[in-house]
């Protein structure tokens, strides 16, 4: 059984939200993951309803985790496409950026970031020096040093190096990155947010002119 979808290009995905009613579904449905929470705390005080919210926003939050990174590209399809909808690209970018970090926001992002890389170091490594062993004239001449670096200790060593100078150089940047996601993937930010999305998104569904979209090439 075939599955058209998967035989999309990069320009087929980037056709498909050339739409304003897309954009504006895209904009609405994601405003609403972001602003749930608000209707969390109304229906907290109803039994059956509160439960049910609690529920949403905990599978909302995971399922939000790549509904963001798809709000993130459908903004830089409408930022490419439509110069003058800036406030839609906008709008879909910090919408994905805030979806995006409120996973994120809960792992130290330095230390996931530089474990990371320590294992495609350790790994690339490996498989560059592996093959050496294959051959005899490079054997004879550094075929002690190439066999404890492809050992197990001698990975470990390389990956924790790797992982100590990434963690370092990375740890301030991303701290900074993880404050910023933590201010955006905080409550009342995300309802903001969220709110202001899905009111952008019946704008586009109403008046696309107002906001600066146009027709589509």
Not at 94 to 109: A, D, H, Y
């Amino acid at each position: 059984m075939q599955i058209p979808i998967l035989d999309w290009t990069l320009a087929d995905i980037m056709l498909f939200f050339q739409n304003d009613w897309t954009v504006a579904w895209v904009l609405i449905l994601s405003g609403g993951l972001l602003a749930i929470w608000l209707l969390e705390n109304i229906t907290d005080p109803i039994p059956l309803l509160g439960s049910i919210f609690d529920l949403l926003v905990h599978v909302g939050t995971f399922l939000g985790f790549f509904v963001g990174i798809l709000d993130i590209f459908v903004g830089y399809v409408v930022w490419t496409v439509q110069p003058g909808a800036t406030i839609v690209a906008a709008v879909l970018i910090i919408m994905g950026f805030s979806l995006v970090m409120r996973v994120l926001s809960k792992f130290p992002l330095a230390l996931v970031f530089a474990s990371a890389v320590a294992i495609f170091a350790a790994a690339t490594m490996y498989g560059f020096l592996q093959p050496l062993t294959n051959d005899t004239v490079i054997m004879s001449i550094a075929g002690d040093i190439i066999n404890f670096l492809i050992s197990g200790k001698g990975l470990l060593i390389i990956g924790f190096i790797v992982f100590c100078v990434v963690y370092v150089i990375s740890g301030l940047v991303l701290g900074l990155l993880t404050i910023i996601g933590k201010i955006f993937a905080s409550r009342p930010v995300s309802v903001i947010v969220g709110l202001a999305a899905i009111a952008v998104g019946v704008i586009v569904i109403l008046n696309p002119a107002l906001l600066g979209l146009v027709a589509w090439p």
